[in-house]
């Protein structure tokens, strides 16, 4: 079956670094998700990408697609303490008929006092 | 901006009572996804809904999990008798087009069994 394979599995970062994660699958994707969950707290979208090659950009976020549609990256510009959480991509293939979510298994992002 | 909706936040209760988890999707989403979600680990997905019919039930433990959407707008998911296995969060998600629109997820119920 499809495996998502997302690393780092943790970062330890000073704060106002630049901080970069990815996801490559096994498989071709059509969607990359990005989502980000603080303790407690369901996932919030971050960026969606539908196009291979896309780059997107939320804020000081910014993701793209890649042109093999087999991976994803997720990058975070000058980090701040609120960005701490876990961060997982997930990914959607149309020859699925439910489109249904592969997920990562997180990169649990912390910021060193 | 519109949100996905779960009550309640938290729930405890022995093993072997029942427990129910309430959803109410954001409104115009068709699709509805109930997903568990062990601490440390990604989202597992339980049930998905079209409307108010079951597409995907395949990872649901249908001897003791249940989960309606009887009008096609919130949903609710049972557990009974409840184990100690159970304990996890429970995260209710809706999406308007699956893959071409995301899903939005509500914030979660956090079911301890004890």
């Known amino acids: 079956g499809q495996q998502l394979n997302q690393s780092p599995q943790s970062m330890f970062i000073q704060e106002g670094e630049d901080v970069s994660m990815n996801c490559t699958s096994s498989?071709?994707?059509?969607?990359w998700l990005w989502y980000k969950q603080d303790p407690g707290e369901g996932p919030v979208l971050l960026i969606a990408?539908?196009?291979a090659g896309e780059l997107t950009s939320n804020g000081r976020l910014t993701a793209q697609f890649g042109i093999t549609r087999k991976d994803s990256f997720l990058n975070i510009s000058a980090s701040i303490p609120s960005d701490v959480g876990i961060y997982f991509c997930?990914?959607?293939?149309?020859?699925?008929?439910?489109?249904?979510?592969?997920w990562g298994a997180g990169t649990k992002l912390i910021i060193k006092p | 901006e519109a949100e996905v909706a779960q009550s309640p936040r938290y729930k405890i209760t022995e093993k072997s009572q029942a427990v129910a988890f309430w959803c109410d999707p954001i409104?115009?989403?068709?699709?509805l996804y109930w997903y568990r979600q062990i601490l440390g680990q990604g989202p597992e997905l339980l049930v998905q809904?079209?409307?108010?019919?079951?597409?995907?039930d395949s990872q649901l433990p249908k001897d003791r999990f249940s989960a309606e959407r009887l009008k096609g707008v919130d949903s609710t998911l049972k557990i009974q008798p409840a184990e100690l296995g159970d304990s996890a969060m429970y995260l209710c998600?809706?999406?308007?087009?699956?893959?071409?629109?995301?899903?939005?997820f509500g914030n979660g119920t956090r079911l301890t069994v004890t």
């Open positions: 990408l539908y196009k």
């Open positions: 409104s115009g989403h068709a699709t």
């Open positions: 809904f079209q409307d108010e019919s079951v597409v995907d």
């Open positions: 498989s071709i994707f059509n969607t």
């Open positions: 997930a990914g959607q293939s149309l020859m699925d008929s439910n489109y249904q979510l592969i």
């Open positions: 998600a809706s999406s308007f087009n699956p893959g071409r629109s995301p899903l939005h």
